[in-house]
């Protein structure tokens, strides 16, 4: 989880830009080159509430690695109805769950907010920049990190169903 957290998970590179990355996605925001945030509107591409919204996603990351850590050492167990759950097995699932959830949330903020200025959020598209009319091409696609973060998040949540074949508990 950690690794995948430091990766890119989307990059774009415009055509009329040297370089390869113009935009890279992070799970705490979109970083631009400065012939971006020059001549766009940064709201076209910044996640919502940009004053907040990374500090929210870095405090996110230090609940859930505090949560794994947690779900070492916490051994209690209660019940609901019938079944009895374990505050580990519930801990690891709910970061899991909640990372999936993040890295969906990522996409579909980036599909509509891409949908929002004409562009295509993965693959090749045309946009015409506001200010000189001219047609852009750009080509945007997902990257290694965004994969790792979605099987990070998918592997969490297995181990919280499986753990209990890991982890026992002695009887008293």
Request: charged share 10%.
């Amino acid at each position: 989880m950690l690794y995948s957290w430091f990766q890119p998970w989307w990059s774009a590179d415009i055509a009329i830009i040297k370089g390869d990355s113009d935009m890279v996605l992070h799970p705490w925001g979109v970083e631009a080159a400065a012939m971006v945030r020059a001549n766009m509107d940064e709201s076209a591409f910044q996640m919502p509430f940009p004053q907040v919204f990374a500090g929210f996603m870095w405090v996110y990351l230090v609940v859930c690695v505090l949560a794994l850590a947690a779900s070492l050492f916490v051994k209690q167990r209660f019940r609901l109805g019938p079944i009895t759950l374990s505050l580990p097995m519930i801990l690891i699932l709910l970061v899991g769950l909640s990372y999936m959830l993040a890295v969906g949330l990522a996409f579909g903020i980036g599909e509509v907010k891409a949908g929002a200025v004409g562009t295509n959020f993965i693959g090749k598209s045309t946009f015409t920049e506001p200010t000189s009319g001219a047609k852009i091409k750009m080509t945007s696609d997902l990257l290694i990190g965004y994969w790792l973060a979605l099987s990070a998040g998918g592997v969490l949540t297995v181990l919280g169903l499986v753990r209990f074949l890991f982890v026992r508990s002695p009887k008293a």
